[in-house]
Structures are given as C-alpha cells and as structure tokens.
DNA sequence: TATTGTTATACTCTATAACTATA
DNA sequence: TATAGTTATAGAGTATAACAATA
C-alpha cells in the first residue's frame, strides 16, 4: 500500500479509489446520484443537466430525448435554455438536414466537466467507511445480477 | 443454520432475513426505494402512497405535509382523492375543532398493508446475492455514518 | 409515406396568497 | 393575533397532436 493511501483514514475524503468504484456500481444498481443538488447548485434544471451529462459528443435532440425518458417535443425547450445561456449550439448534421445536432460550447464543455465531477463524487456516508468496507462494498455490488 | 434457511440458495427469494435488513438500511442512506412503480401498480398517485404510508395511527393533515414535504394545501386534494376513492375518513379532532384528523378506512387499512409490503421487497438484484454477502451489505452499511 | 424537430395545448404536481373557523 | 385547513391561482414539468421540412 502507498504511504498516499495509507494516511488515509476512515473518513478521509479521496478521488478515485475503492469509494469510487463502489458508488459507480451503486448507482447503477439503485438510483443515480442526487441530481437535484447539483442541478441547484449549478443553477440547472435537471433535464438541462442530464442533456449535458449526455453530450460527451454532438448528438441530435432525439437521442437526447430518449436518455431523459421524455417526448422530443420537451427537449426544443430545453435546448433552447442551453443555447441563450451558451452552453450548447445547434449544428447542421452533415448526413441528414432533417437532423439538428446539438453540441457543446467552450463555456458548456466548462460546466459539464465540472458537472461531472460533482456527480460522480461519492456521498459522505460513503466516505466515513473504512478503506476495507468500501472495497467490500464494491466486490459485493459486483456480484450483484444486474436486470 | 435451518434447514429452511439452507434451502435458499443464491437468488431464492425470502421475507425477513439479511435481503429486507440490507435493504433497509440501503433505502435510509440512498433513496426510498422505487416508489413510483409501486404507485402505479396500486393506481395511486405518489404523494396519496406517501399519505396512506404515514397513516399508521389518525394524523392532523399538517402533520402529512410535513411527511410528504410539501405545503399543506396540496394536502386537501389528495385527501379527497382519497376519501373518494373511500380508503380515509376526515375526523374531527377532540382536542382542536380546526384540526381534522386523517384516518384510514377498512378498506385504507387493506391498501396499505399491501403497499407496505410491496415498499419494503428488496430488489432483485439484492436477492440474487448470496445470503453470506447479503449479511455483510448490511454489516457495511450499518457502519456508515449517516449525517 | 415516414421521420426530425417545432408549436400549441392540456394535464399533473407543487407553491403562494387570501380566506374561514377556530384558538 | 396566530393557527388548521380550504380555495383560487400560477408556475414548473411532461404528454399528445398537428405541422413544416426533409427523407
């Protein structure tokens, strides 16, 4: 074990590491995280959060619409919110001029890289275990059947 | 070890034992576990489930919308959805004539025991684990520090 | 004809404010 | 004056249906 992994404790906060891993399985299993924190703190709603979350690259709006379990007719709404504060474009696609393709700004590529680490961030109860219990955790969760 | 208890292998499911106790203390640290679902299948809306979950004695309609975490005026239409559908009954209360006390029907208390069971089934993925890492779920997550 | 995105519209859920009847 | 519950109303969030442009 590292002397870096030593010192810490029970308790002691970390990125990456045996937390980590356990809260990425959990989430799968349960919930996602609490979005609606993040999305507050961010000034978001949470459908414009989760377009964010999704637009790892151009993507057109129905797409966006099938990964918020919502009707198309809501995301023209949502982009548009994104677009005055300047976080996403719409682009022509290349392929088909049916299609519009949403994409990130210098500001958006910002906020979802910031967005993206408080998601991912494991909750507090999560830290206060031990090193051992965490990586038990995540063994166990692992095992799990996932549907 | 019962012979009863021998039985259940991996992902046999089972009442009571380790599933329901990881399952609970899961449920406080994360989330209540899927409501909506259950809401559906029992043609109730969310807050009215909520209602009749913090039902278990007569309660002054304050009282539910402090439980649901909403303001108390939303409370009046679910309670009438409810008296309609003739599973509550608004009670004058012998100490305040402002308050109405809420209490459940026959017929409430048939709904939820119903809904109460259905609410605290551990999930499948919960049951596929074996009993053994089903204990030490619950062990693990006993640990930790809920704030 | 079918599909992408838009618009108009309606329904649910929740919040605020004004009201009543009690305290 | 303050409180419990009601009513009216407005704002989010999401769904359906009709439409324009394109396939």
Redesign the pocket.
Known sequence: MSSAKARRGRGTATTGGPAREAWGRLAQLVYPPPFLAVARKLDL???SLGTLRVLDEPR????IAHFL?????????I?DGLEERGLVR?EPSPK??????IALTAEGRRVRARLMKEVEMPPAWLESLSEADQRTLGEILGRANVK
Do not use: I, Q, W, Y
């Open positions: 709603r949470p459908a057109p709006m129905g797409e379990h919502c009707d198309s007719s809501n995301v023209t709404g982009v719409r088909d001029r049916r299609v519009k393709l």
